[in-house]
């Protein structure tokens, strides 16, 4: 069996990450000459890295799509050349994988007699149009495009290479899916050809999204980038949402380098869209723990603590007695006197530390990264500490927002150990911090940007970060209190900071320098490569959970006692409207005729866009529900 493969490649900057070489490796089990066709750039990095692999490089214009590429492959090869070939495997780069080796899927079919075959199949759905307006771009029943194998009959017969000489590249997506990838089917099987799929649908939702726990089980070999990376509306408005984490699980379960998403998803995807997507939400437990004997012999540990008050000595002590043993302590201050009162109880504990002296500007910022930012050189693991007293507040708001933070990072012995097993086990993971205050007087939820856009923007600037930048749903260890590997502070670090950057004291309780570093530290890490994970221990986790469910209960009741009893997106919807709807009968009937799913569609593509495809999404919306008023 002689087979030859067409790989579709494209990504913005020509970068060819490590997911595509796996993908490529084992596509190279079982297809004997690979064409790489790559739409647009190719980075001088990336194209030695697919020359070492022995494969064919095509470079072309970024034009056309998936099927605009293939058929540059058959003129690029010839039909003299392809129709040596017994197969042909027409496929992507929008998935990882293969999570089992392609020689089982190929084995399954040996014995199919049918004429080309694929992985999966899309249902028909009539009353889904691709293009709005265009009655005729429903959703065909088809062979989904990432993945289709094509045997010799169909390569000899001049139907096909008549297809692909008289194919018009498509100019934008949805033409590509209603023209091309949705007919592909129906053409071949019009004109003779009988197809098959490995893996059968159970209704008309797309089964490489939401049958794919199932597939994989079953021995389904891939696995969708755009699983992680979609509007959470997508998983939420028909399942529960948990079906990204369940195929992470099973997929490393399986020994695929699940390292390789992370690569590809941290250097392309928006933080809170993958956040909403696979949650990097964790409660871990806090009263039992295994070894971490390997974990200490291969990383060292470090704590830096920013300290300023000496009368909140004793409330920190214990917390402290959580590291272990090993760690050193960086303790730094610009009060000799706080330094002097921990000294003389670290002292007590037989605590490795150290002393440093700064001056009274930057606040923990500046212990962390000018003060202590030799420590990172010498240390793989280090939580970043500071007290706190805040008088713009209650006594018991302050403290209760301050040993959340605590608690997050250094609740007890087996806390901590769990959390650098963590660490130590998931090599992406890079930041361990508290979820937002959700009580009293803090109002992060919902207004992460607060008055630090400005600030955030120029950090991001600053830093010169390569990853796609949020605009509201920041993800950021609020209260500055996190465990971070020294790895993902490389960003952070590559600005040498000086002391006269930072504001002078006082300061207030918002909107300072300050305040935009505090919401950039995932994001320059991030653009390290890692993730954060937004932890509680077990019963700070319970106790989060709850209040969250009682006020989103409180929330909706008083929504539906405003707006009528309606789903989530509907709800923000109606909240968004300008002015409460006239209640009359006419526009009563009118609403019986209203899309959720089209509102739900534009509101949640307008949050998670941003220049002209936001406003375009928020013209579309306002048109709409325009039509409603």
Known sequence: MKRLAFYTFWEKDGIVRKYVLTYLKGLQEVADKIIVIVNGKLSLEGKEKLEKLGITILQRANKGFDFGAWKAAFEFLGWEEVRKFDELVLTNCSNYGPVYHFSGIFKRMEDNPCDFWGLTQHQEVKNALIIAGDKDSYIRRHIQSFFIVIRQKVILSEKFSSYWDGLVEAENLKQEISEHETRFTEYLESVGFSWDTVFKPKGEFNPSFYQVTEYIDAGYPLVKRKLFNCPSFIWTNHTGGDTPRKVLKKIEELDYPIDEIFEDLLATCRLSVLNRDIHFNRIIPSDYSK???????????????????????????????????????????????????????????????????????????????????????????????????????????????????????????????????????????????????NFGPYTALGNEMSKDRQHVLYLWKELKLQIPQEESDLIAPFGSIFWIKSAAIRTMLSHHWTYEEMPAEPIGPDGTLLHGLERIWAYAAQNDGYYPVIATPTLLGEIYYGHALLQLRDLNAALFEKYGINVHGRLLDLIGTPSDPPKNTVLKEKAKHISIKRIVKYRVMAKVCHGKRRKHYEKKLSDYLARFA
């Open 291 to 437: 070894s971490i004997d390997d974990v200490l012999r291969d990383k060292k540990i470090a704590a830096v603590f920013f300290a300023y008050y000496p009368d909140l000595a004793n409330r920190y002590l214990p917390y402290i007695l959580n590291l272990p043993k090993t760690a050193h302590i960086c303790l730094i201050s610009s009060r000799q006197e706080t330094l002097d009162t921990y000294s003389k109880l670290f002292r007590e504990f037989d605590l490795d530390f150290e002393c440093r002296i700064k001056p009274n500007q930057g606040r923990d910022f500046s212990a962390y990264c000018i003060a202590a930012r030799d420590i990172y050189d010498k240390y793989d693991y280090v939580c970043c500490l500071k007290d706190k007293k805040a008088p713009h507040t209650s006594y018991l708001a302050a403290e209760s927002f301050d040993k959340q933070c605590w608690d997050s990072v250094l609740f007890s012995r087996d806390y901590v150990n769990n959390c650098l097993r963590l660490f130590y086990d998931h090599h992406s993971a890079g930041m361990i911090f508290s979820p937002p205050p």
